[in-house]
Each structure stands twice: as C-alpha cells, then as structure tokens.
C-alpha cells in the first residue's frame, strides 16, 4: 500500500476514535454508492452525520479543509441522498462534518468542522457523470 494511503487509512482509524470519545455511534466506514463514497457516516444523538476525512502529513501550504471543495461537497451530498433513500430513514435530520489530521503518525491534530457545509445538488452538467441513476 502506497505511504499516503497508509497515512489516510491511518487517519480515518483516529477520525473513529475521535467521533466514538464523543458519544458518536459510527454506522459506516467507507460505505460506497459507485462512484460515491463517504469516509464515515455517524449518528449523533439521532443526527445522522456524513463525515469526510481528510489526512495530511503537515498543513503548511494549505488548511486540509479546504480540499472539500464544492465539487467534493455535491458528491457528498448526493452520496447522503443516496444513503437515506436505500435505508429509507425518511426524514432523519442530518449534516456534513469534516474532520481533518495533521501529522505524520498517530497522535495527529485533529480538527473537527461540525456543520461545515449545507446540502449541495449538483448545479453543473459533467459529461460522463452517473449520479444522476441513483435516484
């Protein structure tokens, strides 16, 4: 396995640990509707909450956050849509987190964006794109 996804996996093992420390039931890891994936999806006290994980080795040219971009976010967004409709939970109330680790090996810094961002739909036309069949 390539170091930087050593690193990642890594990251995504603190990510569970941090978010289980807080009460945070982890429902999934790296739960798949191809193409989409979301890193964790969490339930909080009955919140249903999609987490992205993002692993960086230092932060020095930029914030790890920032790598969940708009496009990023339309895909999570769909993959939430997507994840709610296959386990019918209707009306659940849920929201977008990012966590993010710096550091080369456990421990990391961990930063975590509770409510980082709202639902986004795709506003684009991307040729080849097959969100659009999950629904």
Same mark, same amino acid.
């Given at each position: 396995?390539?170091?930087?996804?050593?690193?990642?996996?890594?990251?995504?093992?603190?990510? /569970?640990?941090?978010?289980?420390?807080?009460?945070?039931?982890?429902?999934?890891?790296?739960? &798949? /509707?191809?193409?989409?994936?979301? *890193?964790?999806?969490? *339930? #909080? =006290?009955?919140?249903?909450?999609?987490?992205?994980?993002?692993?960086?080795? *230092?932060?020095? =040219?930029? #914030?790890?956050?920032?790598?969940? *971009? $708009?496009?990023?976010?339309?895909?999570?967004?769909?993959?939430?849509?997507?994840?709610? $409709?296959?386990?019918?939970?209707?009306?659940?109330?849920?929201?977008? #987190?990012?966590?993010?680790?710096?550091?080369?090996?456990?421990? @990391?810094?961990? $930063?975590?964006?509770?409510?980082? @961002?709202?639902?986004?739909?795709?506003?684009?036309?991307?040729?080849?794109?097959?969100? #659009? &069949?999950?629904?």
């Amino acid at each position: 396995m390539a170091l930087h996804n050593e690193l990642g996996k890594a990251g995504e093992t603190a990510a /569970c640990q941090y978010l289980l420390e807080r009460d945070y039931h982890i429902l999934e890891r790296n739960w &798949r /509707c191809h193409p989409l994936e979301v *890193d964790l999806i969490a *339930d #909080d =006290w009955g919140e249903l909450v999609f987490v992205e994980v993002k692993t960086r080795s *230092d932060d020095r =040219w930029e #914030d790890p956050a920032a790598a969940v *971009d $708009r496009y990023k976010q339309e895909s999570l967004s769909l993959a939430a849509i997507a994840y709610i $409709r296959r386990n019918q939970l209707g009306n659940i109330p849920f929201r977008f #987190d990012i966590i993010t680790l710096v550091g080369s090996e456990p421990p @990391f810094r961990i $930063r975590h964006y509770v409510n980082a @961002f709202p639902l986004r739909p795709p506003h684009t036309f991307r040729p080849n794109h097959e969100h #659009d &069949r999950f629904f």
